[in-house]
């Protein structure tokens, strides 16, 4: 069956500071992976997407992810985190059920804390 | 262009009692999507449609119905609410199921049932 795990709950990381996200996915095709983050009471916003070519991806934020194949992943990082950055991160694959129609499947999540 | 609006953001209902989330789109989308969040566990999608007049279950569809009679707005029902059902309901559409194309997030509603 089709998962995500984020191995990571929670993550705290000082301001200015390196990050990195870890998201593995288990999907027998070739997948389609998204990142995305919420903000403490806000709804999910996209921050970069992966679905063919060049494996490392750059989205908004600063943000980049790099794709593995061997390993089944996509981790997300930044190279210097800011406070604004704390939030929740989901990791996502898109399942496709054949022809155009799929959905989402997400991990469960990361928090992260940023210090200052 | 507003997005993906979710009316209400905020509800409250007793054990029993029926109720109606409204998602609206104005981006044309075919594909609309119902999800719920708990703490822990990530999105879960309940249901979702692939074009107007039509639905299709997802992971975690006991005790919701949905409709989608216009392409613009996908409804999300409980007609007898439990405590389980307390969580944050999200809404998303896209143009497509799947491929280069996203899915949009509206801001969700958080309900409690007591």
């Known amino acids: 069956a089709q998962s995500v795990t984020q191995p990571d709950i929670h993550i705290t990381v000082s301001e200015g500071a390196s990050l990195e996200l870890r998201c593995n996915y288990s999907y027998g095709a070739t997948p389609y992976l998204f990142w995305y983050v919420q903000s403490p009471g806000q709804g999910l916003q996209l921050l970069l997407k992966?679905?063919?070519?060049?494996?490392l991806v750059q989205g908004i934020k600063g943000f980049e992810a790099e794709f593995k194949r061997s390993q089944s992943s996509f981790n997300l990082r930044k190279p210097s985190v800011h406070w604004s950055d704390a939030a929740e991160y989901f990791c996502a694959v898109g399942v496709n059920y054949g022809g155009s129609q799929g959905n989402l499947i997400f991990g469960k999540g990361t928090k992260l804390s940023v210090k200052p | 262009n507003a997005g993906v609006t979710q009316t209400p953001k905020f509800r409250v209902l007793k054990t029993g009692q029926s109720m109606t989330l409204l998602c609206a789109q104005d981006m044309n989308h075919e594909y609309m999507y119902w999800y719920r969040q708990d703490p822990g566990m990530g999105l879960r999608l309940i249901h979702y449609?692939?074009?107007?007049?039509?639905?299709a279950k997802g992971e975690v569809p006991d005790g919701y119905n949905v409709s989608r009679l216009k392409k613009q707005n996908f409804l999300l029902g409980l007609e007898s609410a439990a405590p389980s059902q307390t969580s944050v309901y999200f809404c998303?559409?896209?143009?497509?199921?799947?491929?280069?194309?996203?899915?949009?997030f509206g801001p969700g509603t958080r309900l409690t049932v007591l």
């Open positions: 998303a559409s896209n143009l497509e199921g799947l491929g280069p194309d996203t899915q949009y």
């Open positions: 992966y679905f063919s070519g060049d494996t």
């Open positions: 449609s692939v074009g107007e007049g039509t639905t």
